[in-house]
């Protein structure tokens, strides 16, 4: 699907998707933001690729769109979801963590992996070396993940305040919460020990500052504003912005 930008093509079909009143909210909040910037770094070769930790398959369904290619898409809960009326997207189940991926060596070109890593209940290993076997040779690894050390995490430290309340935590399942969040640094030594090289790894803020979306989410005028003035002061230095993304080359074991 051609389009003049993928910011163009993102908020087009955010008016499009079927998608229920929560996950509308989502999108508009910050997750069209991520979208927006993962299909900017994707090779423009890339026609087979691999969503990994695909959830319920929306951003499968904006991979296979914006690039007219063959998406597969991996998750520990499978799905088959329609996102655009009579078009569905089907998630297989697989343990990433775990498990072999259900695919031959050097099948996709690009592998996407966004919001995963944070998830993980024990280790990252087994599935960065599932990824780098099923790429291609030279083929490229697109990941995201939240910076563990964005400007309002620093200022929950210095204001003595907790990072994550144990009832939001333990509210949520094990694979649903954040297990560990990762800083840059530690996201280039992760992918360099298994057989990648960066080509590009920044952090950007997400979030929309404005919008429906964000009235919302945050009723309080004087939360809102609290957060534009964090958000924006986090803008002015890269490593206070809310989301690490990556993008790497599979090399030669």
């Not at 909210?25 to 969503?51: C, V």
């Not at 649903?176 to 790894?201: A, C, I, M, P, W």
């Not at 989410?217 to 993304?245: A, D, N, Q």
Request: one cysteine or more; charged letters at 30%.
């Amino acid at each position: 699907m051609s389009r003049t930008s993928a910011k163009e093509f993102v908020e087009e079909m955010g008016e499009e998707l079927l998608m229920d009143g929560r996950e509308r909210q989502d999108f508009h909040h910050d997750s069209k933001n991520r979208y927006r910037i993962l299909l900017e770094l994707l090779p423009p070769e890339a026609k087979r690729i691999l969503d990994v930790g695909a959830g319920k398959g929306l951003l499968t369904f904006l991979l296979r769109e914006w690039t007219g290619g063959e998406v597969q898409a991996l998750d520990l809960y499978p799905c088959r979801r329609e996102w655009r009326r009579g078009e569905w997207v089907e998630v297989r189940k697989c343990n990433v963590e775990e498990d072999e991926f259900p695919f031959p060596e050097e099948s996709f070109d690009c592998v996407v992996c966004s919001e995963v890593l944070e998830h993980l209940l024990y280790s990252p290993f087994h599935m960065l070396k599932e990824i780098h076997r099923v790429l291609r040779e030279e083929g490229t690894l697109i990941l995201t993940t939240p910076n563990a050390v964005k400007l309002v995490t620093r200022l929950r430290i210095f204001l003595g305040r907790e990072l994550s309340h144990y009832r939001g935590f333990y509210a949520s399942g094990p694979t649903d919460r954040h297990n560990k969040e990762y800083t840059l640094s530690e996201v280039r030594e992760l992918l360099v020990e298994q057989g990648f090289k960066v080509e590009k790894l920044f952090c950007r803020n997400v979030s929309s500052l404005t919008g429906p979306a964000v009235k919302d989410r945050y009723p309080s005028p004087s939360l809102r504003l609290k957060r534009m003035v964090v958000l924006s002061l986090g803008s002015l230095w890269p490593s206070f912005r809310e989301i690490i993304f990556a993008r790497a080359r599979k090399t030669k074991d």
